[in-house]
């Protein structure tokens, strides 16, 4: 009996311990780590009266357990949370289980601590869940730099099409936004998805442009907004926490306001007269400049970008740059993403 308790409470320290780093230095959130911290404290006292008595129950060299193999491995931070918090549920289950009657009677164990440290559990794990798929689907904007928007004019087909994605991808491109302004819905959604399956290949963020309906329908990471489109509050109650949702802008104050409401990252542009957006004057290099010192989330400079002008845009302070026709319509997409990221250059991230 005393084996299985001393056990158990191990596994459920052990696991409040990872899950408690997880907190502090995944999450970098305080309350959550102390309430952890809290839960293991608690945990150790209830049993600190029978630490001599437990300890001397240990038979480690003769536990047959230590020869079961554990195929076991973790992705990711999701993963390590989920088997951790597994893990504690099942150990504190087994203390409970195994310190009723008689021996919680003798060794003086108040058994509803460690039942309610398992509903503690189930909640905490529910807010961490929550906290942590926020943060990863964030994690999608890190260090990616070069933002392709698509445009399928120049295409007879969807393979050619997706070849030129697909060659943009292995170049480097760690974005994809699907533009599409006049196909179908069934189209577009179609299209979206084999898009998405592409950028998973390469651990690509796949965004639909305007269409928060496709985007919620194909899966995509998120969604990339107009300033006259459905508004950032609006499209994420649709598409949940965790999507990802950034806002064309093209003045400060717009920036400002797309910052406040909630926006993960933000267009910065046109930087230059561009087909893409007809009618829509260019800001110059001097809002690029502005957004450098003014704008703490993820930016990309956009609007006529090519290899002949981006070393000018990322010398006003852009560390990313988003393109349409300079890659899509290219020769060589692949070619042509390779050549841009050289000269967004590999510490270009002077800005958020």
């Not at 592409?198 to 899966?219: E, H, K, P, S, T």
């Amino acid at each position: 009996m005393k084996r299985i308790i001393d056990v158990n409470l191990n596994r459920s320290t052990e696991a409040l311990r990872v899950l408690e780093e997880t907190a502090r230095f995944i999450l970098n959130d305080q309350n959550l780590s102390s309430r952890l911290k809290h839960l293991r404290h608690q945990l150790v006292n209830a049993f600190n009266s029978q630490y001599n008595g437990l300890l001397q129950s240990r038979n480690t060299e003769e536990d047959v357990g230590r020869e079961i193999y554990n195929p076991s491995s973790r992705a990711d931070a999701v993963d390590i949370h989920k088997a951790n918090f597994k893990r504690l549920q099942q150990a504190l289950r087994s203390l409970f289980e195994y310190s009723q009657g008689e021996y919680s009677r003798d060794e003086n164990i108040d058994i509803t601590v460690l039942e309610q440290l398992r509903y503690d559990s189930y909640v905490l794990e529910k807010i961490m869940f929550e906290e942590l798929s926020r943060k990863l689907s964030k994690g999608k904007l890190d260090n990616k730099n070069l933002y392709l928007i698509t445009d399928r004019t120049q295409f007879n087909d969807h393979n050619s099409f997706l070849n030129a994605v697909a060659a943009s991808l292995e170049g480097g491109v760690r974005i994809i936004q699907l533009r599409e302004k006049t196909a179908p819905a069934k189209e577009i959604t179609e299209l979206a998805k084999k898009t998405r399956e592409l950028c998973a290949v390469y651990d690509a963020a796949f965004i639909v442009n305007d269409r928060v309906d496709i985007a919620l329908a194909a899966g995509a990471d998120g969604v990339h907004l107009g300033q006259e489109d459905l508004d950032i509050h609006s499209a994420r109650k649709i598409l949940g926490n965790n999507a990802i949702i950034g806002i064309s802008t093209h003045a400060p104050e717009q920036a400002l306001k797309a910052v406040e409401a909630g926006a993960d990252y933000i267009g910065v542009g046109p930087v230059y007269t561009t087909p893409t957006k007809p009618g829509r004057p260019s800001v110059g290099l001097e809002y690029v400049k502005w957004a450098s010192g003014n704008i703490d989330i993820p930016w990309f400079a956009i609007g006529g970008i090519n290899p002949d002008n981006a070393r000018q845009v990322i010398n006003a302070g852009a560390g990313r740059l988003a393109v349409v026709r300079a890659i899509i319509n290219a020769e060589s997409p692949k070619e042509a993403s390779g050549e841009l990221l050289r000269i967004i250059g590999p510490n270009s991230f002077v800005s958020a």
